[in-house]
């Protein structure tokens, strides 16, 4: 039997250097709620690091539990996989892949997020809603960043 993965991308470069955004992506438990009062991070399980098991949640009830597979610093690449919640309870084998690169001058951050899945037999391909929440937090992550001197106070 061969399985086909499907993927979605956004793309987009915000106006805050690699280094401040990599350590926020990192940090995200302490920050989630304080950029988008609607998102909630828990780690429930580990430091934060590799392996570690994260809870996110969302105000319209939906919910992400993933595993923290990459964290990578020198290509400033986090790579996590959904074990339950997610996209779609139609979906299984959904990893999702933030990478960031310089932009500009080093003054901005091409931010690219990924997700790889492969859908259960008969699902649909699922809506934009996952693309527009990824572009809605990075735009929301680069406005509190810009706005807060010490994001972590």
């Given at each position: 039997m061969?399985v086909?993965?499907?993927?979605?991308?956004?793309?987009?470069?915000?106006?805050?250097?690699?280094?401040?955004?990599?350590?926020?992506?990192?940090?995200?438990?302490?920050?989630?709620?304080?950029?988008?009062?609607?998102?909630?991070?828990?780690?429930?399980?580990g430091?934060?690091?590799?392996?570690?098991?994260?809870?996110?949640?969302f105000?319209d009830?939906?919910?992400?539990?993933?595993?923290?597979?990459?964290?990578?610093?020198?290509?400033?690449?986090?790579?996590?996989?959904?074990?339950?919640?997610?996209?779609?309870?139609?979906?299984?084998?959904?990893?999702?892949?933030?990478?960031?690169?310089?932009?500009?001058?080093?003054?901005?951050?091409?931010?690219?997020?990924?997700?790889?899945?492969?859908?259960?037999?008969g699902?649909?391909?699922?809506c934009?809603?996952?693309?527009?929440?990824?572009?809605s937090?990075?735009?929301?992550?680069?406005?509190?960043?810009?706005?807060?001197?010490?994001?972590?106070?």
């Open positions: 061969t086909v993965k499907h993927g979605l991308q956004v793309e987009v470069e915000l106006r805050v250097s690699v280094h401040k955004l990599w350590e926020a992506l990192k940090s995200l438990n302490l920050l989630a709620s304080k950029v988008a009062p609607n998102l909630t991070h828990q780690i429930l399980e430091d934060g690091g590799v392996g570690s098991l994260n809870l996110l949640q105000g009830g939906r919910y992400e539990k993933e595993r923290v597979d990459i964290i990578d610093d020198s290509t400033h690449t986090l790579v996590a996989t959904v074990m339950t919640g997610g996209i779609d309870l139609s979906y299984h084998q959904y990893r999702k892949t933030v990478a960031l690169s310089p932009g500009r001058n080093g003054a901005t951050t091409i931010a690219c997020w990924r997700a790889e899945y492969v859908p259960v037999a699902s649909a391909t699922p934009g809603l996952v693309q527009d929440d990824a572009l937090f990075f735009k929301a992550l680069e406005a509190f960043l810009n706005a807060n001197k010490n994001p972590y106070a």
